[in-house]
């Protein structure tokens, strides 16, 4: 039998190689520009339901977490993102530390990066994301 090591198998360089590649913002905004920067039909930890939750577009997205899955027959990249805006709702070129953490983005896409899911979790506490548009129960 064989001693495969999967830490020097080529995919893992190959895998490192496409993430570095990934301007991890630009295909953040690409996505909430195609949803013109709202989430439809969020349900918050609480079981509250939004129908739509429009985002500030001084939303910047720094990837922290990547993954690769595999089905009998399909493939997929699995990218996690911290989503952070500006303090004071507006842009601005100030340090990372100026920045509020508003939630995270998990994108998933096929094996030719087309788009196949999304999942949000949003602080919906913060004070520039305008939920007026919440049905309370």
């Given at each position: ?14 895998f490192t190689e496409i993430l570095k590649n990934i301007d991890a913002n630009t295909l953040v905004k690409e ?107």
């Amino acid at each position: 039998m064989s001693n495969l090591e999967l830490k020097n198998h080529p995919v893992w360089h190959d895998f490192t190689e496409i993430l570095k590649n990934i301007d991890a913002n630009t295909l953040v905004k690409e996505h909430l520009s195609l949803c013109d920067y709202k989430v439809c039909g969020y349900w918050d930890e609480q079981d509250k339901y939004y129908e739509e939750i429009p985002l500030p577009r001084t939303l910047e997205a720094e990837l922290t977490s990547s993954s690769i899955g595999v089905t009998q027959n399909k493939r997929f990249l699995q990218l996690k993102f911290i989503l952070t805006a500006s303090r004071n709702g507006v842009e601005d070129n100030l340090s990372h530390n100026n920045r509020l953490r508003i939630g995270e983005l998990e994108l998933v896409y096929d094996e030719n990066l087309e788009f196949i899911d999304e999942n949000w979790q949003l602080d919906i506490d913060y004070p520039f994301l305008d939920i007026q548009h919440a049905l309370q129960e």
